[in-house]
């Protein structure tokens, strides 16, 4: 029986410097093949998800897509000024996949198969704390619905009540059972309300979905939401991997730490200080201070912890705001997801976006590229042999999944899990860093405009490596640089001015 390879480092009392590996707790995602990563693929259409797991992310090891919201939604043609926004999805009408903005429940299932078969997950973001927002509306399958009323799912006392908002986080009771942002919300308390949900995620679990994003988990109680859990996973053959998206700020009432016991403390949570954290020393502070990155930096436990540089609302100022990197920032993004995917620490997800401006609040509000009346204009459309991505205009894909040093980077998480500690660490005490995991990996980050030659000691057995950051690995072949470690695990690399270097096991030369 093939054994998760968590499991097996676990076993082998792989030492860890910060923390369990991730897998000791939650092993669903870490598969046989060991994958280590996954990618949001914000408001893409299920026919090009299934394309891309296919194409690139099946065979650049992702090992999962937390995909938009599948259910049947708000049809919100203007917001704030803005053509179809893309939040929207964020607006449940109700748990049927016919039809959301990203395809219909057939294109669904074929997605999730088709994924599958090549070792990718699909992670559903479930929007179960609230339903719609506003009075009255037509849903993204033209059914309508007013406030309150859901036909054939929801009615009055499905939600909570005396109605109130989502004002004072320093209440709990506040933050859970009030309305955030004015989404009527669900009386999560209830039997009814409670099957209904768990109804909708088995039903998706049953369609082979590998995990959940919880969404506002924050602002479902613990006890409501892991009665959920405990339902879902009593009734599925096997466990979805789970992730609850719980914003952590001091001093408020509630806490990440109050959801890690959930699903028999089988469960993650978003770790928004990591990108936090990463933003200050990559946009402006100095690489040098991250060799002790982690927990002690006031991060939850690594085997906890989701971590990401920018997620969706963080990208665009929602969500609570924060100062977090993005595409905008170019290379300097590219090097943080190089250093989160290079650092031991949680499960990371890599962020990719369509094209988008910050600057008001019609700008962050601004839905996908799409076709007049809505319809989404998908990277893949046209039956294109390969997506239109690498587009910083409006109108067009970003695809930061497929930037080089970000697809690459995978590849070395996933070749060095076996070795979940830092070795080898150099900087030059300002914004040049360096670090091994071991005889797996060696990773080079130069944020500075000079480029960095050096001659570093690894721990990596003597041979002829490919630096997947100037180049791609394919079938023992290197398009970029060659680097040859001696049998001293001495090794010559080169990073450019904001650029890096990179080298590991999997990609070693024949
Ligand atoms: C989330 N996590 O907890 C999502 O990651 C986030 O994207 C969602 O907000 C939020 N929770 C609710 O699921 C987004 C967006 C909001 C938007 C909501 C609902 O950030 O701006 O709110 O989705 O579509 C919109 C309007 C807001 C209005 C509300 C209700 O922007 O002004 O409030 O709808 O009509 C009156
Ligand atoms: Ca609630």
Redesign the pocket.
Known sequence: MPRSFARAAVALGVASLLGAAPWAASTAHAQASARTAFVHLFEWKWTDVAKECETYLGPKGFAGVQVSPPNEH?W?TS??GAPY???????PVSYNLDRSRSGTRAEFQDMVNRCNAVGVGIYV?A?I??M???SSGTSSAGRSWSYHHYPGLYSGYDFHSPVCAVNNYSNADNVQLCE????QDLHTGTPYVRGKIADYLVGLANMGVKGFRV?????ISPGDLGAIIDNVNSRVATRPYWFL?V?GAPGEAVQPEQYFGLGGGQVNVTEFNYGKQLYGKFANGRLADLETFGPTWGLMPSHKAVAFVD???KQRG??GGGSYLTYHAGSTYNLANVFMLAWPYGYPSVMSSYAFNRAS?YDT?FGPPHHSGGATKGPWDGNVSSPACFNQQIGGWVCEHRWRPIGNMVGFRNATLGTWAVTDWWDNDHNQIAFGRGDKGFVVINKEGAALTRNFKTSLPAGRYCDVISGDYLNGSCTGQVVTVDAGGYATLTAPPYGAAAIHVGARMR
Not at 85 to 90: D, L
């Open positions: 708000n919100v917001g704030n926004p893309w939040w929207m999805r964020y607006q973001d929007v704390n609230h719609s927002g506003g955030l942002s004015g989404l969404d506002a988990a924050k602002h998206e914003i997620n969706h609302d929602h969500g609040e509000s």
